[in-house]
Nanobody, 121 residues
């Protein structure tokens, strides 16, 4: 089983910054994609950004130029640096990892429990 532990959420004023972290632990053979998704009140969960083991990234248009995703493969950890935060960024942010638990297993998606980010003055 793979466990994802997120940290770094909180309350911040518009224009401020936060850094989210997510560490994967448990029976991990390898992790392919890692990423962040978010769900605002009354809305569906949406992609924020993803990153491959080699460092290739993909991000939503709404966060390009403001959010940066990175990862430390040795620590099985993914980060999301969020700058110039806007009230529209208010949501619960979920960490995602696609992992194999044994060499012969199929990769499956694992999710963290979420960390709340509130952008408000």
């Amino acid at each position: 089983q793979v466990h994802l532990a997120e940290s770094g959420g909180g309350l911040v004023q518009p224009g401020g910054s936060l850094r989210l972290s997510c560490a994967a632990s448990g029976s991990i053979f390898s992790i392919t994609h890692m990423g962040w998704y978010r769900q605002a009140p009354g809305k569906q969960r949406e992609l924020v950004a993803t990153i491959t083991p080699g460092g290739a990234t993909n991000s939503a248009d709404s966060v390009k130029g403001r959010f940066t995703i990175s990862r430390d493969n040795a620590k099985n950890t993914v980060y999301l640096q969020m700058n110039r935060l806007e009230p529209e960024d208010t949501a619960v942010y979920y960490c995602n990892a696609r992992a194999l638990v044994t060499p012969g297993s199929h990769a499956r998606d694992y999710w963290g429990q979420g960390t709340r980010v509130t952008v408000s003055s």
